[in-house]
């Protein structure tokens, strides 16, 4: 599914996945969703929404019931982007 997830990646962002959002991606698959994902400004956070998408499109496909949240929340901290900038 691995592969899958790649290829539907790079169509969606049209960019290749970074490693940690391939372990992402398979760690959601194997249920193992955690509240926060707390990454530094430029490695792709933006992504998490596609990374999410994607998982639950194959689980659904595989007829599989998906652990994730039907709803994804996604908060950041504007201040710190600017600070971060500067």
């Known amino acids: 599914m691995q592969s899958s997830f790649a290829s539907m990646f790079k169509t969606l962002t049209g960019n290749d996945p970074f490693a940690w ?7 959601w698959l194997a249920g193992d969703i955690k509240p926060v994902i707390d990454l530094p400004t430029g490695l792709g956070k933006t992504s998490v929404i596609a990374i999410w998408l994607i998982t639950r499109t194959l689980q ?3 007829g599989a019931a998906s652990p994730l949240p039907t709803r994804l929340v996604y908060v950041v901290d504007r201040r710190t982007v600017v ?4």
């Open 21 to 27: 959002q391939g372990r992402l991606h398979g760690q």
């Open 83 to 86: 600070d971060q900038a500067t």
């Open 60 to 62: 659904k496909r595989a």
